[in-house]
Nanobody, 121 residues
Framework: EVQLVESGGGLVQPGGSLRLSCAAS????????MSWVRQAPGEDPDWISAIRSGGVVKFYDNSVKGRFTISRDNAKKTVYLQMNSLKSEDTAVYYC??????????????WGQGTQVTVSS
């Protein structure tokens, strides 16, 4: 019933841009904090961005700050990640996450299947 479906990944050259989308269903999206998490092969997951349910408070890891922008459209139940000035080190699987609050996964902790982003020339 609960679904998070990422899309928009692919192969892009360094300096290029991609826009990831995560479509949600089966839970109260408008009351949920949303995040993007990425994981490169052999590396720990990196919590790169988050947006609170109200859409005002946002978080960016220093590795993506100034290049990536998180946003949400509650009417469409979708969260986005606009990625600009992409670097080879951005190559990873990007996952969408939903929680009642980003501070704890105790109430619920939903994950999508991920979308592959590859930055290479």
């Amino acid at each position: 019933e609960v679904q998070l479906v990422e899309s928009g990944g692919g192969l892009v050259q360094p300096g290029g841009s991609l826009r990831l989308s995560c479509a949600a269903s089966g839970f109260s999206f408008g009351s949920s904090d949303m995040s993007w998490v990425r994981q490169a092969p052999g590396e720990d997951p990196d919590w790169i961005s988050a947006i609170r349910s109200g859409g005002v408070v946002k978080f960016y890891d220093n590795s993506v700050k100034g290049r990536f922008t998180i946003s949400r459209d509650n009417a469409k139940k979708t969260v986005y990640l606009q990625m600009n000035s992409l670097k080879s080190e951005d190559t990873a699987v990007y996952y969408c996450n939903a929680r009642a609050t980003i501070l704890t996964p105790l109430k619920y902790d939903y994950w999508g299947q991920g979308t592959q982003v590859t930055v290479s020339s």
